[in-house]
């Protein structure tokens, strides 16, 4: 009972998700994967583009997201997201024409270094997802 | 007096524009749902994240290396206006009182001597200041085509004006929108997004000491082009919950108005007719007196 937290993904449009029975919670921090536990400090990062995964008493669940910020705070996790997707839900066209967009930004002659980090982070996990 | 015929097809007239108004009452009633749904669903976003930028604003320590975003470009000489406005008409005072207030403060910027640029966002608001301030809308957005208010519209205006600000084409940003309060009520809206006014709310400073990573700068830069794409999306979303409950107040007057007239008529109608047969009858009773 006492090393759940909880989370709350919201992005524009909506509360994306709200959970309270959450174990640990892995997300792709832009220095690197961030696993959080219970009674994680506080802390502030922001998202590339990757994988979240929650481990929660439910089950596991896994989310695709392009960019976001997290925030944890008296345990409970936040996430803002412009763009997330459940990986189950996820059909195999939209996952090519996302890996299409993602080529397409990464091969573009003026992409600064930064946006061309963030553009091929995205085409290896949307690869890696198929 | 206008012959019963001309009366008739008046009424009948009448009849057909108050269903026309009926039917955009119930459309834009039916819409008005939708939109609070959607802005109360699109509060919890901006909330966070102006929460979070406050905490991290209040941590940094050095106000000279903060991005621009945040501590404006040290000037205040060119100021660039954003302003939201619907794309159909028909919605009573809405475009006009976001117009309004605009234009008050174009003049008081005028007076002041600082340069102006506008981009409009919406065809409606376009139409009513190009004619005044034509040479000042540096851009004219539209989203016509897109069904419901959606976050990509909001981050492509975002874009512009993030982009126009890197250019060090303006130092102060504004945006211009309806807050919806109620469907009778819809308050014009002034806001400043570029820099950011991070003075608003001190009453949590609680000193929350926060881990970074990576430092708050670099958080802050990333955060900060959000936060306008954020702020224009919740504008987005008042303003699209504001035009259809202005509509829809607009479209019930329309409704009793067109009721009013179609008894007003009707009384004249039958009026005249009665006047027609009293007249037809006297005709007779003399002719037959005078045999």
């Given at each position: 009972?006492?090393?759940e937290?909880?989370?709350e993904i919201?992005?524009?449009?909506k509360s994306?998700?709200?959970?309270?029975?959450v174990?640990?919670?892995?997300?792709?921090?832009?220095e690197?994967?961030?696993?959080?536990l219970?009674d994680?400090?506080?802390?502030?990062?922001?998202?590339?583009p990757?994988?979240?995964?929650?481990?929660?008493?439910?089950g596991?669940e896994?989310?695709?997201?392009?960019?976001?910020?997290?925030?944890?705070?008296?345990?409970?996790?936040?996430?803002?997201?412009?763009?997330?997707l459940?990986?189950?839900?996820?059909e195999?066209n939209?996952?090519?024409?996302?890996?299409?967009?993602?080529?397409?930004?990464?091969?573009?002659?003026?992409?600064?270094?930064?946006?061309?980090?963030?553009a091929?982070q995205k085409?290896?996990?949307?690869k890696?997802?198929? | 007096?206008?012959?019963?015929d001309?009366?008739?097809?008046?009424?009948?007239?009448?009849?057909?524009?108050?269903?026309?108004?009926?039917a955009?009452?119930?459309?834009?009633?039916?819409?008005?749902?939708?939109?609070?749904?959607?802005?109360?669903?699109?509060?919890?976003?901006s909330?966070?994240?102006?929460?979070?930028?406050?905490n991290?604003?209040?941590g940094i320590s050095?106000?000279e290396?903060?991005?621009?975003?945040?501590?404006?470009?040290?000037?205040?000489q060119?100021?660039?206006?954003?302003?939201l406005?619907?794309?159909?008409g028909l919605?009573g005072?809405?475009?006009?009182?976001i117009?309004?207030k605009?234009k008050s403060?174009f003049?008081?910027?005028?007076?002041?001597?600082?340069?102006?640029?506008?981009?409009?966002?919406?065809?409606?608001?376009?139409d009513?200041?190009?004619?005044?301030y034509g040479?000042?809308?540096?851009?004219n957005?539209?989203?016509?085509n897109s069904?419901?208010?959606?976050?990509f519209d909001?981050?492509k205006?975002?874009k512009?004006?993030?982009e126009?600000f890197q250019?060090?084409?303006?130092?102060?940003c504004t945006?211009?929108?309806?807050?919806f309060k109620?469907?009778?009520?819809?308050?014009?809206?002034?806001?400043q997004?570029?820099?950011l006014?991070?003075?608003?709310?001190?009453?949590?400073?609680?000193?929350?000491s926060?881990e970074?990573?990576?430092?708050?700068?670099?958080?802050?830069s990333?955060?900060l082009?959000k936060n306008?794409?954020?702020?224009?999306?919740?504008?987005?979303l008042?303003?699209?919950a504001?035009?259809?409950?202005?509509?829809?107040?607009?479209?019930?007057?329309?409704?009793?108005?067109a009721?009013?007239?179609?008894?007003?008529?009707?009384?004249e109608?039958?009026?005249?007719?009665?006047?027609?047969?009293t007249?037809e009858?006297?005709?007779?009773i003399?002719?037959?007196?005078?045999?």
């Amino acid at each position: 009972m006492s090393d759940e937290f909880k989370i709350e993904i919201v992005n524009p449009e909506k509360s994306f998700l709200s959970k309270e029975d959450v174990n640990e919670v892995v997300v792709p921090a832009f220095e690197g994967e961030m696993g959080i536990l219970k009674d994680h400090i506080t802390i502030i990062s922001f998202l590339k583009p990757g994988i979240i995964t929650i481990q929660a008493k439910s089950g596991e669940e896994k989310y695709y997201v392009e960019d976001g910020i997290i925030e944890f705070k008296n345990n409970t996790l936040s996430i803002l997201t412009s763009y997330i997707l459940n990986l189950k839900d996820i059909e195999k066209n939209k996952l090519q024409e996302l890996l299409k967009n993602a080529e397409e930004e990464s091969n573009k002659p003026e992409i600064s270094d930064q946006l061309k980090y963030l553009a091929d982070q995205k085409v290896e996990t949307i690869k890696s997802i198929n | 007096m206008a012959s019963l015929d001309d009366l008739k097809k008046r009424i009948t007239s009448v009849k057909s524009t108050q269903k026309i108004t009926k039917a955009m009452k119930m459309v834009a009633a039916a819409k008005l749902k939708r939109a609070q749904d959607s802005a109360e669903k699109g509060r919890p976003y901006s909330e966070k994240m102006n929460n979070i930028i406050l905490n991290l604003s209040s941590g940094i320590s050095d106000k000279e290396t903060a991005p621009k975003l945040l501590s404006g470009s040290g000037k205040e000489q060119v100021h660039l206006c954003v302003v939201l406005t619907s794309d159909r008409g028909l919605c009573g005072g809405f475009n006009s009182n976001i117009i309004k207030k605009a234009k008050s403060y174009f003049a008081k910027l005028n007076k002041e001597g600082k340069e102006l640029k506008i981009i409009t966002v919406g065809s409606k608001g376009n139409d009513q200041l190009k004619r005044v301030y034509g040479n000042k809308i540096i851009e004219n957005i539209s989203f016509k085509n897109s069904k419901n208010t959606n976050y990509f519209d909001a981050e492509k205006v975002g874009k512009i004006i993030i982009e126009k600000f890197q250019k060090e084409e303006f130092d102060i940003c504004t945006i211009f929108y309806n807050q919806f309060k109620n469907v009778i009520t819809q308050i014009p809206q002034a806001q400043q997004i570029i820099p950011l006014n991070t003075k608003s709310d001190d009453q949590n400073n609680s000193e929350d000491s926060y881990e970074f990573e990576p430092d708050e700068d670099e958080i802050l830069s990333n955060l900060l082009p959000k936060n306008i794409s954020t702020q224009i999306f919740k504008a987005m979303l008042e303003n699209s919950a504001s035009e259809q409950g202005a509509r829809m107040s607009a479209m019930d007057n329309a409704t009793r108005n067109a009721g009013e007239m179609v008894d007003k008529l009707t009384i004249e109608y039958n009026r005249s007719r009665q006047a027609a047969i009293t007249k037809e009858l006297i005709e007779i009773i003399s002719g037959a007196e005078s045999l």
